[in-house]
DNA sequence: GTTTAATAACTGACCAGTCAGTCATTAAGT
DNA sequence: ACTTAATGACTGACTGGTCAGTTATTAAAC
């Protein structure tokens, strides 16, 4: 009997895949369950390799985590600031397109890195200081200097430079997040892109009726 | 020699006091590490006892976790809707209060227990469940009761119902969780008293300047 | 045939949970 | 009051299972 022929071969050999393939499955299974929860065992066989394999291509269970935090962060905090350097929009209307960019963000690859360093700073510190320093404050900055320049213009109110960009994207990561956690829990399903736009009517009018024109469209 | 007696004595039988303080130590080091990083011992241990007293009072670890959800959970909702619902202010004003009251409950006691319940849903779904419908639902609700009569009352515009109580809540979750957890590493330090102010002027202005009365106090 | 990616059996440290024993406290006996 | 028996809260050494990390072996690739 060769059964063993249908699926295409085990054992294959593709040194280059395997590690955005092994970090893949460990992003997903350590925002599902945590880092301590989260066997090696496992994360190997989500990979589609068993254990022995992931030590070719990580030190340990620690620099593993760590390869999948910095891998899942790097990127979209670049392409959201260079979209609003480059944007020549007024500014709550650079301030929509990054609140909409970034719940796009959230919702394709990786929103689920904002929840799993939230979990695991106490554990690990130094990650924790490079994630606040290099992905949260960048972004904050990126909406600081929209706020500031609305400001200048007389486009927004005097508002709290330091604390307001918190105030801006919270409601989007939160949602992100509660969707990744809670969405089967859940009455209403949640979508980032929706919050975006909810957030952005509210940061136009606030709750109050518009006082000039009541407008439907 | 009797210097056995300089402390009141180790060993002190006090069955009423020590469930609360398990509770509590365990509530401290499941937020600071998660619930598979945090060792029975080091639990028993904040709680000046041995891992064995804790096996008197709960049966499993498990058990001890949700022990601890549900005692730091109960409270403050019942509060918060009732201070809610006795309230004479407009909407907006009632509003104010829920989440001057929401940031005070989350600074005092435990507003650990929202970071905490997000890292284990996904290993304890009964719990997440109980949890989704028994505080954030609820809270959820009293939020959308306001808004509701906000909008019969043509306080408020006519917003999105369902979505917008989580809206207007996750500011001031989010500060509260960040500060448990990055505030060590974050540049600027984060009060949920502040950001529930930030957010009711937001609320009531959105970004934009206040196009009848520019106030300046 | 040689190289090396991948495997799987193995090891040892760690930790949740157990239990026989200890001692502070209570209360009965005098 | 003073002694002593009974209680049960508390302890800490122990165990069995689990899992991160290792290594001897296998087989794919060239």
Same mark, same amino acid.
């Given at each position: 009997m060769d059964e063993h022929r249908d699926q295409p071969s085990r054992r294959q050999r593709r040194k280059d895949a395997r590690p955005s393939e092994i970090t893949a499955a460990a992003l997903r299974l350590f925002h599902e369950r945590g880092f301590a929860a989260t066997k090696l065992d496992d994360v190997a066989a989500a990979a589609g390799v068993t254990k022995g394999t992931l030590y070719l291509y990580f030190p340990s269970k620690e620099a593993l985590f760590k390869a999948v935090v910095q891998e899942s962060v790097i990127p979209n905090i670049d392409r959201l600031a260079q979209a609003a350097a480059s944007s020549t929009e007024p500014p709550l209307g650079k301030l929509a397109l990054v609140l909409r960019l970034l719940a796009q963000g959230l919702n394709e690859s990786d929103g689920c890195i904002s929840k799993l360093m939230l979990a695991e700073a106490g554990n690990f510190p130094e990650l924790a200081q490079f994630y606040v320093d290099e992905v949260v404050h960048r972004l904050h900055d990126v909406v600081r200097g929209i706020l500031s320049e609305g400001i200048a213009t007389q486009s927004?109110?005097?508002?709290?430079?330091?604390h307001t960009p918190r105030l801006i994207m919270a409601p989007l990561l939160l949602a992100n997040m509660w969707r990744n956690t809670y969405g089967s829990f859940d009455r209403y399903p949640v979508d980032p892109a929706h919050y975006a736009e909810l957030q952005i009517a509210m940061l136009q009018?606030?709750?109050? =009726?518009? =006082?000039?024109e009541p407008r439907h469209d």
């Amino acid at each position: 009997m060769d059964e063993h022929r249908d699926q295409p071969s085990r054992r294959q050999r593709r040194k280059d895949a395997r590690p955005s393939e092994i970090t893949a499955a460990a992003l997903r299974l350590f925002h599902e369950r945590g880092f301590a929860a989260t066997k090696l065992d496992d994360v190997a066989a989500a990979a589609g390799v068993t254990k022995g394999t992931l030590y070719l291509y990580f030190p340990s269970k620690e620099a593993l985590f760590k390869a999948v935090v910095q891998e899942s962060v790097i990127p979209n905090i670049d392409r959201l600031a260079q979209a609003a350097a480059s944007s020549t929009e007024p500014p709550l209307g650079k301030l929509a397109l990054v609140l909409r960019l970034l719940a796009q963000g959230l919702n394709e690859s990786d929103g689920c890195i904002s929840k799993l360093m939230l979990a695991e700073a106490g554990n690990f510190p130094e990650l924790a200081q490079f994630y606040v320093d290099e992905v949260v404050h960048r972004l904050h900055d990126v909406v600081r200097g929209i706020l500031s320049e609305g400001i200048a213009t007389q486009s927004f109110r005097n508002i709290d430079l330091v604390h307001t960009p918190r105030l801006i994207m919270a409601p989007l990561l939160l949602a992100n997040m509660w969707r990744n956690t809670y969405g089967s829990f859940d009455r209403y399903p949640v979508d980032p892109a929706h919050y975006a736009e909810l957030q952005i009517a509210m940061l136009q009018h606030g709750l109050l =009726p518009s =006082p000039q024109e009541p407008r439907h469209d």
